[in-house]
């Protein structure tokens, strides 16, 4: 079993950044990989970016891609999603998720553990 806690969300203004993180406890010697998802009110959860646990690998969602960086430590067995020039339109929660097994890394179904999310809202 792995355990989430996601970190860092908050209200900002558009422009701003803010850097999500996500520490994970358990079985984290098993993961394959680690992703992030948001999902914004009223729509469905979509793919954010993912990252490969040993290779540092990452995969990251085109609309977002230069605008938004995933990295992980795994010393700490945290990931984080850095979030630069925030829009209102990135307004959602943000949810972390791992995944014991290689596949669709866009797809959330193939992610195993989720953690409760954190609410990032930007204001224009």
């Known amino acids: 079993q792995v355990h989430l806690v996601e970190s860092g969300g908050g209200l900002v203004q558009a422009g701003d950044s803010l850097r999500l993180s996500c520490a994970a406890s358990g079985r984290t010697f098993a993961l394959a990989a680690m992703a992030w998802f948001r999902q914004a009110s009223g729509k469905e959860r979509r793919f954010v970016a993912a990252v490969e646990w040993d290779s540092g690998h990452t995969y990251t969602r085109s609309s977002v891609e230069g605008q938004f960086t995933i990295s992980r430590d795994n010393a700490k067995a945290t990931v984080y999603l850095e979030m630069n020039s925030l829009m209102p339109e990135d307004t959602a929660v943000y949810f972390c998720?791992?995944?014991?097994?290689?596949?669709?890394?866009?797809?959330?179904?193939?992610?195993?553990?989720w953690g409760q999310g954190t609410q990032v809202t930007v204001s224009s």
């Open positions: 998720a791992a995944r014991e097994s290689v596949g669709s890394w866009d797809y959330a179904a193939e992610y195993i553990y």
